[in-house]
C-alpha cells in the first residue's frame, strides 16, 4: 500500500485507514474484530481509527491489536463513553477519568493520537470557553497529557465544516478527522475544513466517503420512500447510479477511488464489519484514483446539487433494511 505523511505528526500511514466504528457490527460481533484487525494490518494499512464512544469498538479494537501483536498507530476520540448520562466537556478530572478508560480498553500505556469528539457542534458539547479564542479545559489537559507522554498527538474529529476549520485554524492541532462531508455528492469540507488544516500542516483523516453507507449500493428506495429527499437530490443520485452501471463500478470503489484524489488529504478510513468489505476497498484502493473521464462525469454530477437542502436530515436514512447507517450499529 502506498504510503503518505500524517501532517507534521511525521507519521507514514497508508493511504487507506481503519475506521473501526462498526467493527463489531458485523455478523460476528465482537469475536468479528480480530479478523479484520488481522487482515488489515497484512494489507499494510497501519493506522486504527475508534473513539470512547463508538460503543464496544474501542475495547475490541484493543483486545484484537494485542491478539495480532502488530505494530499499529491507533486513533481515539475523547468524548462520552457509552451510557454516560453526566458527561461534562469542561469537567477536567472527568475527561482524565474517560482517557484511563480509553487507555485500559486499548490495552496501552500511549495513545498515538488523541482528538477532540464533535467540537464542531455548537450546543451538543460545550468543549471550550467562548467560540473565538476556542481555549478550554479539554485543550489544556491534552497539552498536560502530551507533556507527560500519555498521548503522542492531539486531533479535532467532527462533521461540521465552518466550525471545525476555524477550530483548524487555532493552529493548537496536530490532525483532523473530518466526515459527511467528504463524498462524491456531498464535498463541504473541501472547500473549508482541509485548506484551514492544510494552512498548518495538519494530518488530515477524510472519513466517510460512502456518506456512512448511503453510497455503498443503488437504493431504489429514493426513487419511492424517504420523503425528504428533494427531486434534485433524487435525479442526482439517478444520475450516479446510471454512471457506476454505465462504468461497470461499483459505488463505494467509486468513492473510495474518487476520496484518494482528494487534494490535501492524508489517509482514507474505511469502515468495514468484515473481512469481504475490507477486501473490496482494498483492491478499489489498489487501482487508484478514478478515471479522468468518471472523474469529470462525477463532478457534472455533484454540481447537479452542490449544497444541503434544507429539508435533508444529517442522518439520512433510507427506508430499506439493508441500510445500517448511520446511526445505531445494528
Known sequence: MKKRILGRTGLEVGELSLGAAFVTGGEDGYKGTLPVVRRALELGINLADTSA??????????WALSEVDKPCIVSTKLGPTPGMTDFDAKNKDQLRRIVDLCLKNLRRDVVDVMMV?????????????????????VVELLQELKDEGVIKFTGIGGTGV???????DTGWYDVVLTAFNSSPLWRDSLSTVIPAANRHNM????????????????????????????????EQLK???????EFDMELPVLCLRWALAVEGVSTVLTGPRNVAQLEQNFKAVEQGPL???????LDEIYQMLPYRPYEEPSGCRIPHDAYWGPGPVR
Open 53 to 62: 464512544d463508538y460503543g464496544d469498538s474501542e475495547e475490541a479494537l484493543g
Open 117 to 137: 469528539h464533535e467540537p464542531d457542534r455548537p450546543g451538543q458539547f460545550d468543549w471550550y470557553d467562548d467560540d473565538i479564542s476556542f481555549h478550554g479545559p
Open 162 to 168: 465552518h466550525e471545525l476549520a476555524r477550530i483548524c
Open 203 to 234: 494530518g488530515v483523516f477524510l472519513a466517510s466517503p460512502t456518506q456512512q453507507g448511503w453510497l455503498v449500493k443503488k437504493y431504489e428506495e429514493v426513487y419511492t420512500g424517504a420523503r425528504w429527499l428533494t427531486r434534485e437530490r433524487r
Open 239 to 245: 444520475a450516479l447510479y446510471d454512471l457506476v452501471e
Open 291 to 297: 478515471p479522468e473521464e468518471v472523474s469529470s462525469r
